[in-house]
C-alpha cells in the first residue's frame, strides 16, 4: 500500500453564478503530493483546464488522513471527514489505549458516508469507533496517477 501525503489547496479566481455575475471565490481541493512545491504544480496542472481567466492557488497545508475511500456514483459528490478511533489494549498493564486518525469518504450525504466508511473498513482487523463524521468544504481530491509511460526508478 503506497503512503500518501495530501495537501490541501486553495483556489482563488472569478467564478460565473448561475445569474451571469462574476464573484471571487476561494475554493479547497486536496492533492496527493510528495511536497508543498509539487502539490502546488499538481493542482495548477488539475486546475488550468478547467479554470478560464487568471486563479492563484491562495493556501497549501497539510491535511492528515490516512485512508481515502473515493465513490464512483454519481450522487456521491461530497467529501465527508470522518474520524476513527481504533481500540488497543496495552499487553503490559491490560488499559485500553485509543488512537485517532482521520479518514476522507467520498458520499452523497451523512447516513451515505457511515455506509461506506463501515464498508470500507470491513478489511480491519483493528476494533474502531466513529468519532465524529463532518462534511468538508472540499471540491474535489486528486490522487496521484503514475502515468503510463513512467518507468519505477531502480
Not at 478560464?52 to 467529501?79: C, H, M, Q
Not at 470491513?122 to 463532518?134: F, H, L, N, R
Request: hydrophobic letters at 40%; one cysteine or more; glycine letters at 4%.
Amino acid at each position: 500500500m503506497a503512503m500518501h501525503t495530501w495537501f490541501e489547496c486553495k483556489i482563488r479566481y472569478e467564478k460565473t453564478m448561475e445569474n451571469g455575475m462574476n464573484k471571487k471565490v476561494t475554493e479547497p481541493y486536496l492533492v496527493d503530493a510528495l511536497s508543498f512545491t509539487e502539490a502546488e504544480a499538481r493542482i495548477i496542472e488539475e486546475m488550468t483546464p478547467f479554470i478560464t481567466g487568471e486563479f492563484t492557488v491562495s493556501d497549501i497545508k497539510r491535511a492528515n488522513y490516512s485512508e481515502l475511500f473515493p465513490s464512483d456514483e454519481e450522487a456521491a459528490d461530497r467529501w465527508f471527514k470522518c474520524k476513527l478511533l481504533f481500540i488497543t489494549i496495552d499487553e503490559k498493564s491490560g488499559v485500553e489505549k485509543k488512537t485517532s486518525t482521520l479518514v476522507l469518504v467520498q458520499a452523497a450525504d451523512l447516513r451515505d458516508a457511515i455506509k461506506k466508511l463501515d464498508e470500507g473498513m470491513k478489511g480491519t482487523m483493528a476494533d474502531y469507533q466513529i468519532a465524529s463524521v463532518a462534511e468538508t468544504a472540499l471540491m474535489d481530491v486528486y490522487p496521484y496517477r503514475a502515468e503510463p509511460d513512467d518507468k519505477p526508478e531502480v
